[in-house]
């Protein structure tokens, strides 16, 4: 198996590994309130996540930057939780996309932290990173393509076939990754 093979597994393995769910719930809370018709601008979102993931990555990986692991698995539930916030339908009207793409970056970075010292351990002594981070991120964008597959598939399912609102849809899973998250969060508080 190729260097390329492996880090490519390994990123969508990392996404859709069911017992660390909370890229999972990030990127189901993400785009949740979206449609099939609306897949291009799902798709620029996903792809900003995985940007900020991948910056963080290099940065650690390069060992640039270095953050105390209890913070960062504390802020990773804290920014799925503000996702499933903004997408509360009281709010829907005011929402801009340049704050979504921002916001979904700057959580991407956070997200990444969380995953760099892993990645840092398997990377080792490597003499050059610069293709292991590519296909790792490749490999994490192609999980992040399945979740978003999946999530989109189940909303027009909803929609379609059992006459649920997009908003009441996005509000139902809004609101249970609100409550998921809060309790992941307070278990994670680093005090």
């Excluded at 069911?18 to 449609?35: A, E, K, M």
């Excluded at 698995?73 to 499933?84: Q, S």
């Excluded at 597959?149 to 609102?165: A, D, H, R, Y």
Aim: glycine share 6%; hydrophobic share 55%.
């Amino acid at each position: 198996m190729s260097d390329f093979s492996i880090y490519f597994q390994l990123g969508w393995q990392h996404i859709l590994d069911l017992t660390g769910y909370d890229h999972i719930l990030f990127v189901l809370v993400l785009c949740c309130s979206y449609t099939l018709k609306d897949w291009k601008r799902l798709l620029w979102l996903v792809t900003a996540f995985t940007v900020g993931h991948s910056i963080t990555l290099a940065l650690a990986a390069f060992k640039i930057v270095k953050v105390d692991t209890g913070w960062v698995e504390f802020l990773i539930p804290v920014t799925i939780l503000l996702t499933a916030l903004y997408n509360l339908p009281k709010r829907r009207k005011q929402r801009s996309p340049y704050i979504l793409y921002a916001m979904t970056l700057f959580f991407g970075l956070i997200h990444g932290l969380g995953f760099s010292n892993y990645l840092q351990s398997l990377l080792g002594q490597e003499a050059n990173i610069v293709l292991p981070l590519l296909s790792f991120n490749i490999g994490l964008e192609f999980g992040q393509l399945i979740i978003v597959f999946f999530v989109i598939l189940l909303s027009e399912l909803m929609l379609k076939i059992f006459s649920v609102s997009n908003r009441d849809w996005s509000f139902f899973l809004s609101s249970a990754v609100i409550g998921i998250s809060f309790i992941m969060a307070l278990e994670r508080i680093p005090l």
